[in-house]
Structures are given as structure tokens and as C-alpha cells.
């Protein structure tokens, strides 16, 4: 199959793009400065010759967005919603102006749509959106109006023959480098892989070969519509996962952190500290209704794998 992937070269579409292309498929990544073969230059915003790419493609993966891992000032927020918007508005006005539009537009969304809470999960059905949850900073909720603009900028673009998923995907967690698993990996060998904040907040994720496999079953499954939570079904407390993934790599102590200490946690991490605070307890009711089985569903084994597989792989080295 032919796969067009704007914003392919960040973390998520260096995932998909290898072990898409290992599957044997045409792989074309939409960037603002292409490199390699099968780059092609866009702009995120305005249709150009780009779109002749998904012309008679036959799945796009839309991942643009500027990067999260970023300071939220408010001209950063404004350009993590506006990247997201644009980009998603302008692949929209590309598959309508198709004469063969894709029958897919997976369109990437997140976890972070839901509220913050620990009392029970979210999955499509029940889950909670966030943005009025009482007592936390302003700023979060302007996270979570970016997650719904995106997800409606997919829905108002008028694709009758193109199905249309919003993947609200938890953290992808990857062996490469630079990644979020990295990251926080660096923190745990630093010793400051400890509870934050009392480490209560849930934290969801997903392995990333079982991201992949729920890219390729929602390919498959043409009765799935509209947003699909992409997350390992067994969430934990911060506390739980740093835990794990200290014993995953072998890292004896974690020191706790206060909510001061985060902030320098998360400016380690060159981010903010709702990524660290915010409690995302996300499951996938649609994917485990429809049949989808994890490969890694606990994440204990999922550290485990990951840890073997960054300590084996120089193939994760970008
Ligand atoms: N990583 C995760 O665990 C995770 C979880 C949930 C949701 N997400 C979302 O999934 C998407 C992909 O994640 P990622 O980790 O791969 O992100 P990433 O590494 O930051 O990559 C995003 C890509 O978006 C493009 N981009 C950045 N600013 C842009 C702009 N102003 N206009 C157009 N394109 C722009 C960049 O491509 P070029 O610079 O090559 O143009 C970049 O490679 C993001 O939107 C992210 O918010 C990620």
C-alpha cells in the first residue's frame, strides 16, 4: 500500500516508518525540510504539489504538530495549536480535492483530551474530557482545547470517501533515542526516577510495536470511525511505572520529587509539568471491544522488552 505521513519524522513517524516500510509498503513522509528518499516538502498549512502524493494514496497517517516537548509559554501553546490545526485543516482540503482520495485518514490526537482524575479510567464511551476539572493550572485546560480543535478540524473536513479515526494515543514508548521512554529512562539512571509530586497521577502508554499493530488493525477494520484510544489497557500511578522501569534497568534507588523539583525535572526533560503531573488514566474500550489483543499489556514486561531492546540495538541510535 501506498502511506502518506505528514509530520513522518518526528518520534512516532520514525516508528511507523520503519516497521511500515519493513512490511513492504510505499512509505511517503510529508516535512518541512525533506533529507531522505521518499521526503516530499510541504508546509503544513497551504496545499501545493504535496497533495498529489495523497492523491490515489491509500491511507494518510497525519502526525504534524509542533513539538510538546517544550516550554508551554503562551507563544509555544499558540503554535502547538495552530501547527496541529492548520496541518490537519490543509490534509483535509487535500483528500477532498482527491479524484482518488485514500479510504483512511488516520489522524493523530491524544490521550491528554481526557480530564485529569484518578477515580476511574476513560475510554470512549464513559471517559470525561478534560478542561474544567477544578485546582489545576489554567494552562492545562488549554492543552486540552488544542487535543479538541485538532480532533475537530478532522471531523468538519468533508471526506465522504475516507474513513476517518482520531488516534488519542497515550506516550508512545520506544527504544530510541529521544524519546520519551529515553527520557525518562535518563532520569531513572540519573536517580531522580522517583514519585513526583507523590506519584499518585496515572501515567498511560503504549509499547510501540503494539502501536504499530493497532495502526494496522484500524487499516484493517472498516467499521471503526472517529476517536480510538490507543493505550496499553493496565495504566498506573507515576509511582508504579518509574518503579518498574528502575528495576527494568537495573537502578536500585529513585528519589522522590516534590512539585518544585519537577519543574526541573521537566525542564531536564526540555517540557513542561503537566507532562509529568497531569493523571492520564486512559484504557482502549474500543480497540479490546473490537478484538485488538496487546502484545504488551502490563508494563512491567513492556520496560523489560524495551530496556533489552535499547540495550541490544544500535539501530535506535538516530
Ligand atoms: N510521542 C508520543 O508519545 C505521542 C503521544 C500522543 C500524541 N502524540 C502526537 O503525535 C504527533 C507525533 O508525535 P511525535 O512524538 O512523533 O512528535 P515529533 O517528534 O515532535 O514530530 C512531529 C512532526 O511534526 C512536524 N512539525 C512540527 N512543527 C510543525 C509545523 N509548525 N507545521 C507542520 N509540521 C510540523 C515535524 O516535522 P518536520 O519538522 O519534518 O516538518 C515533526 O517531525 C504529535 O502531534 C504529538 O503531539 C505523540
Not at 57 to 75: F, K
Not at 183 to 210: E, F, K
Amino acid at each position: 500500500m501506498k502511506i502518506v505521513i505528514p509530520g513522518g519524522t518526528g518520534q512516532v513517524g520514525t516508528i511507523l516508518t520503519r516497521a511500515l516500510t519493513a512490511a513492504g509498503h510505499d512509505i511517503v513522509v510529508l516535512t518541512r525540510r525533506p533529507v531522505r528518499d521518499r521526503e516530499i516538502r510541504w508546509d503544513g498549512e497551504t496545499l501545493g504539489s504535496w497533495a498529489e502524493e495523497i492523491d490515489g494514496s491509500d491511507i494518510v497517517i497525519n502526525l504534524a504538530g509542533r513539538s510538546v516537548s517544550c516550554r508551554y509559554t503562551p507563544a509555544n501553546l499558540q503554535a502547538m495549536m495552530d501547527s496541529r490545526v492548520h496541518s490537519t485543516e490543509v490534509v483535509g482540503q487535500a483528500i477532498t480535492a482527491a479524484a482518488r482520495p485514500p479510504r483512511l485518514w488516520l489522524q493523530m490526537s491524544t490521550a491528554t483530551v481526557y480530564a485529569h482524575r484518578f477515580d476511574a479510567p476513560n475510554d470512549e464511551a464513559t471517559g470525561v474530557l478534560g478542561g474544567t476539572e477544578p485546582g489545576v493550572p489554567g494552562y492545562w485546560a488549554y492543552s486540552v482545547e488544542i487535543a479538541k480543535a485538532w480532533e475537530r478540524a478532522q471531523e468538519r473536513a468533508e471526506t465522504p470517501r475516507t474513513r476517518k479515526v482520531a488516534m488519542r494515543s497515550a506516550m508512545v514508548m520506544s527504544p530510541d533515542r529521544g524519546g520519551v521512554f529515553d527520557v525518562l529512562l535518563r532520569l531513572a539512571r540519573l536517580g531522580l526516577g522517583g514519585p513526583v509530586a507523590g506519584g499518585a497521577q496515572y501515567v498511560s502508554w503504549i509499547h510501540d510495536r503494539d502501536f504499530v499493530r493497532a495502526v494496522e488493525f484500524l487499516a484493517d477494520r472498516d467499521d471503526l470511525v472517529g476517536p480510538v484510544n490507543l493505550a496499553a489497557p493496565a495504566p498506573l500511578t507515576q509511582r508504579a511505572f518509574m518503579r518498574a522501569l528502575r528495576a527494568a534497568w537495573g537502578v536500585p534507588v529513585g528519589l522522590p520529587a516534590t512539585k518544585w523539583m519537577a519543574e526541573i525535572g521537566a525542564f531536564a526533560l526540555r517540557s513542561d509539568t503537566e507532562l509529568l503531573l497531569k493523571s492520564r488514566r486512559v484504557v482502549p474500550g474500543r480497540l479490546l471491544e473490537a478484538g485488538f489483543a496487546f502484545d504488551h499489556d502490563r508494563w512491567p514486561g513492556a520496560a523489560e522488552d524495551l530496556v533489552r531492546r535499547r540495550r541490544g540495538g544500535p539501530e535506535y541510535t538516530r
